[in-house]
């Protein structure tokens, strides 16, 4: 309930910022809750949310919650496939932030097979 109020308070007032790291706070409850697909869900609306915005470092966070849903939700290679595609993104763009995440995404994958 307060999560939905805290989204219908931040489209009101047009700060999509505020909204993705609500939606990534519902994400990292989610995976705490064992809910996978509630996960994937949140983290995907702030991700495209993180790329309108270029806000990288949050986008390395929606990527992990995603994965890690997938993960949850038992969907191992869609997971790989997620982590391998953001890999790849990620040295094209020679992102420094981003390529320590890079072995992190691959080990939440290999771990929960």
């Known amino acids: 309930q307060a999560s939905e109020e805290a989204m219908s308070l931040w489209r009101e007032l047009g700060d999509q910022r505020q909204e993705a790291i609500t939606l990534l706070a519902i994400a990292r409850w989610s995976l705490e809750e064992d809910l996978g ?4 869900d949140a983290s995907e609306k702030a991700l495209a949310i ?20 997938h ?5 191992s290679e869609v997971a790989i496939s997620l982590a391998a595609a953001a890999a ?13 995440e890079i072995s ?10």
């Open 37 to 40: 697909k509630e996960a994937i």
């Open 71 to 75: 993960v949850a939700c038992r969907e």
């Open 104 to 113: 992190t995404l691959f080990e939440i994958t290999s771990s929960n097979r």
């Open 50 to 69: 993180l790329e309108e915005l270029q806000d990288r470092s949050r986008i390395v966070a929606a990527t992990k919650y995603a994965v890690r849903g």
């Open 88 to 100: 790849e993104r990620w040295r094209e763009l020679g992102d420094a932030i981003s390529e320590p």
